[in-house]
């Protein structure tokens, strides 16, 4: 059997939004202290493969939905030597707008998607007004056309992506939420995206305000904990803090990408 190779892993922050604490827990949090958001995407990068995970949202959606956009996704991550043209292989944790923008930056690519989140956002609840302010209807109808071109494999459950690199379906935030697990040099890291939005949800098990399914929520919670060799190994999906826990990927993009 041949060894997985180890992959170095990147976060790349793209946007952020100014908030307060208690946006950002289910039920009542008394406290009203800011509380920031960054958002992300990332990469796994081996001497054989390269993995793109999610691919965040334009200049455009930002400005309409009162977000700051600070670069666009795939400027940085060629920054860091990815061939965004080239990269085979994009996992999409969820179709929420801020996970699945700019997918025509990644012409290559086959999109992973757990089957369960793609037939919801296709399905028949989609359009009620509660689910519809998560998703920009195009980045939904670019991915459907996608898969008209068999450039979408879907994820049933868990799977290996390639030698390295897993994905395991959490559900709780969204119905087809997947989390994605890789093989480092320093044990097995997972991108635990919108499963845990800060290390304060997993850290004090309390869910996020977003909510598909709270049971499936705190299970979401045991999968990270379960696939992640230490709490460091986690990282979360929009917390600021993941800037500071991990150093530059490259000197100068200190701010940009660890």
């Known amino acids: 059997m041949v060894e997985a190779p180890d992959f170095e892993v990147y976060a790349v922050r793209y946007a952020h939004r100014e908030a307060r ?59 860091l030597g990815i061939d965004c043209a080239r990269v085979p292989h994009v996992v999409l944790t969820h179709l929420h707008y801020d996970h699945i923008g700019n997918l025509e930056d990644f012409p290559a690519a086959t999109f992973v998607v757990q089957e369960e989140e793609m037939a919801f956002w296709t399905g028949r609840y989609a359009g009620r007004e509660q689910f519809r302010t998560l998703v920009e209807t195009n980045d939904v109808l670019h991915l459907v056309r996608e898969n008209f071109r068999g450039k979408v494999r879907f994820v049933a459950g868990n799977q290996e992506i390639v030698p390295g690199i897993e994905v395991y379906r959490a559900g709780g935030h969204s119905a087809g939420l997947q989390v994605v697990r890789a093989k480092t040099g320093r044990g097995s890291v997972v991108l635990a995206s919108d499963a845990t ?30 696939l992640a060799d230490s709490p460091d190994h986690v990282v979360p999906g929009h917390d600021p803090l993941v800037m500071r826990r991990f150093p530059p990927a490259r000197e100068g993009m200190e701010g940009v990408a660890v």
């Open 197 to 226: 939005h800060f290390y304060a949800n997993i850290g004090e098990d309390r869910p996020y305000s977003i909510v598909s399914d709270l049971a499936q929520m705190y299970g979401a919670f045991d999968l990270v904990r379960s």
């Open 21 to 79: 604490r208690h946006e950002h827990f289910y039920g009542h949090d008394p406290h009203d202290n800011p509380m920031p958001m960054d958002y992300f995407v990332w990469a796994a990068v081996s001497s054989d493969h390269t993995v793109v995970v999610d691919t965040g949202f334009s200049a455009e959606v930002a400005a309409r939905r009162g977000r700051v956009h600070l670069r666009r996704p795939a400027d940085a991550l060629e920054a």
